[in-house]
C-alpha cells in the first residue's frame, strides 16, 4: 500500500524545471505528462489485478483520502484530466495533450499503441 500512495503522491507534484518565463518548457511538460500517464497505468493494473476488473475511472483506482490518499484526481500539464480507455481489450492511460482535444496527434497514452 505504501508504494501505491507514493505513486499517487508523486502524481500531483508540479514540474520541477522551469523556462525563461518562469514556467516548465514545453518538453518538460511533455516529459511530465509521460510520466505520469506510466504512472497511473500501473497504479490502475494494480488495483485490476487486485479487484479483478479495469477500474471504470482513474479515481476509482486512486487510494482514498481516508485511506492517505490523494483528494483530487491528478491532472496533466495543461489542466486535463487522465483518462483510462480499453481499446481491443488492452487498458491504456491518455492524456488529451496541449490542445486539450481527446483524438488528436499530440495526445499521449501508455501503454504506446
Known amino acids: 500500500m505504501r508504494r501505491v500512495l507514493l505513486i499517487a503522491a508523486l502524481l500531483v507534484l508540479p514540474a520541477c524545471g522551469d523556462d525563461a518565463e518562469g514556467g516548465p518548457s514545453p518538453a518538460e511538460q511533455l516529459e511530465e505528462a509521460q510520466g505520469k500517464c506510466m504512472s497511473l497505468y500501473y497504479l490502475a493494473d494494480a ?61 499521449l497514452e501508455f501503454p504506446p499503441a
Do not use: C, Q, Y
Not at 500539464?77 to 481527446?102: L, Y
Open 47 to 107: 488495483w485490476r489485478k487486485a479487484h479483478k476488473r479495469v477500474p471504470e475511472s482513474l479515481s476509482e483506482a486512486l487510494p482514498k483520502p481516508e485511506d492517505g490518499g490523494v483528494v483530487a484526481a491528478p491532472v496533466d500539464p495543461w489542466g486535463n484530466a487522465f483518462e483510462i480507455h480499453v481499446d481491443d481489450g488492452e487498458m491504456r492511460v491518455r492524456s488529451r495533450g496541449p490542445d486539450g482535444n481527446a483524438g488528436t496527434a499530440d495526445d
